[in-house]
């Protein structure tokens, strides 16, 4: 099934062209903004003291050539808003719907390039020791506890209804890309993002990446912290 989506993709690709990202995003919608008021990732004022053993390997996810994925020639551009638009709907089991729910609450008001910078930072934690193994378990950590939750969204206490169903369309071919191999070259392999609401502590303390959109993006650093 893999390679028969890798194979509508190129299909599709061709059709319409791969171009790059329009530097142009959209803005969040009230519901999205207000969802994105709470801090993702919120860490401990000891996030410094990470340990440093193989710290500067880690913190990279491996590329999709060191996790056996093959990516072709139509992965390995940027995806504009007309190819994601060109590809047939997407669909797929868990990981997949666990990913575009995210998307989908998390930064739907976003342009492409947004959303695949959100789904990098999910597939990040995924790979990364310091996180759960899987993209549901990434997404739903903490869920239940007050103050915990990762995704602000699994906590909110307003219900997760899909009532988007354009935008729940693209952030599902969206998932699917980037669950398929899709390259990781936006963020820097980023592990926390936050909106430009608000001004987190932990901010300060990991290493900025970029900006996209509403958010901000940042990784753990490579340093050593120092007693």
């Not at 597939?123 to 915990?148: F, H, I, K, S």
């Not at 997760?160 to 390259?183: F, M, Q, T």
Request: aromatic share 6%; with cysteine.
């Amino acid at each position: 099934m893999k390679n028969l989506g890798r194979t509508m993709l190129r299909a599709a690709a061709v059709a319409v062209g791969l171009i790059s990202i329009s530097a142009t995003v959209t803005q969040a919608d009230a519901l999205t903004e207000t969802r994105l008021q709470a801090l993702l990732g919120e860490q401990p004022a000891t996030v410094g003291m990470v340990p440093s053993v193989d710290l500067a390997a880690q913190a990279l996810p491996p590329s999709p050539e060191e996790r056996g994925i093959e990516v072709d020639a139509a992965l390995t551009a940027t995806v504009s808003s007309r190819s994601v638009d060109a590809l047939p709907v997407a669909s797929g089991g868990a990981e997949w719907e666990c990913l575009a729910e995210a998307l989908y609450f998390e930064a739907r008001g976003e342009g492409e390039q947004g959303l695949f910078a959100v789904g990098e930072v999910i597939l990040n934690r995924a790979e990364d020791p310091r996180y759960p193994d899987t993209v549901c378990e990434v997404v739903n950590q903490g869920t239940g506890r007050r103050y915990a939750c990762q995704f602000s969204y699994t906590c909110d206490g307003i219900p997760e209804h899909i009532s988007e169903p354009a935008a729940w369309r693209k952030v599902g071919k969206i998932a699917k890309l980037l669950l398929d191999g899709a390259p990781r070259d936006l963020t820097d392999g980023s592990t926390h993002y936050h909106t430009t609401a608000v001004n987190p502590s932990w901010a300060s303390q990991l290493d900025a990446t970029t900006q996209i959109g509403v958010h901000r993006f940042y990784r753990w650093p490579l340093r050593t912290a120092s007693n």
